[in-house]
């Protein structure tokens, strides 16, 4: 019975060591605040590409807990390690565009030619600073700006109005689904209308009266600062709502839109 142990014991330590060495293997990522971990073993098939270049830099930039830090979508950074691990999505949707956007990023050519198909059927579409948004008389009209969400640094935008009937400029996430209502009552937005009332929908649903009004000619900007969790609203320059975005993720610009108005993406305005 005694030597029955010492061998389980054995067995099992053994088991250990080995796994052991395949976790001292990992290589951690931190990526837009999300964290993944990949084995060396995996990034030494892709040795022509960005990750594989980073893990074994000791230029990376790295975080306190030793991980690579990368400005980049978290989430679609956790498809790409789906694609490393041999899952190759099937179905071209907006999000493979993205996933295809960031493959091109981290330079892995060799998953990149597993998806021609998908690659010729997609087409990513990001707004010009000339592209009007207008609603000529449909009920509501929701236009957002590109198809990137902002996940980190400091980022703005500015509209310039041209008409107002019914207007209303701010930021959604990704719960923000139907473009042709309303979304101010969806999670993680926010909205500044033409007529002073805002609305917030954070830690929860609010509505403010009595900001100033906006017509046509004004310019409105938003600025969404991801690291200081701050969203402002400003009319000519002048700051009139700053918001809190608690722990929101995944944001976008847009605009909602109804009977005859109408805005155009400019550049934003000196201070």
């Known amino acids: 019975v005694y030597e029955d142990a010492l061998r389980s014991y054995a067995l099992c330590a053994k088991k250990l060591r080995k796994f ?14 999300s964290a993944y971990s990949i084995s060396q073993e995996i990034l030494c ?11 074994n830099s000791k230029e990376a930039l790295r975080d306190l807990d030793g991980c690579v830090m990368l400005d980049r979508d978290g989430e679609t950074f956790g498809q790409i390690v789906n694609c490393l691990r041999g899952y190759i999505p099937l179905v071209c949707t907006e999000e493979s565009a993205l996933l295809i956007e960031d493959l091109e990023y981290y330079q892995l050519r060799s998953i990149l030619e597993k998806l021609p198909k998908a690659r010729e059927k997609l087409h990513v579409c990001v707004p010009k600073r000339t592209v009007i948004l207008g609603s000529p008389r449909n009920p509501y009209c929701v236009g957002i700006v590109g198809n990137v969400p902002l996940v980190q640094g400091k980022h703005s935008i500015s509209f310039s109005v041209k008409r107002c009937e019914y207007l209303g400029v701010g930021i959604v996430s990704d719960h923000c689904r139907a473009l042709n209502q309303e979304f101010h009552k969806t999670q993680y937005c ?30 409105i900007t938003v600025t969404a600062d991801m690291d200081a969790r701050t969203i402002s609203f400003s009319k000519n320059r002048r700051v009139v709502r700053i918001v809190s975005t608690e722990r929101a993720t995944r944001l976008r610009f847009a605009v909602v839109m109804k009977f005859d108005s109408e805005v155009t993406i400019a550049s934003p305005p000196r201070m």
């Open 45 to 55: 098939k892709h040795t022509d590409s960005m990750l594989y270049e980073l893990a």
């Open 20 to 33: 052991s060495h395949f976790t001292t293997t990992l290589v951690k990522f931190n990526v837009g605040g």
């Open 190 to 219: 926010c909205v500044y209308y033409m007529t002073g009332v805002f609305y917030s929908n954070y830690s929860h649903h609010v509505k403010e009266e009595g900001l100033e009004r906006f017509i046509s000619g004004d310019t």
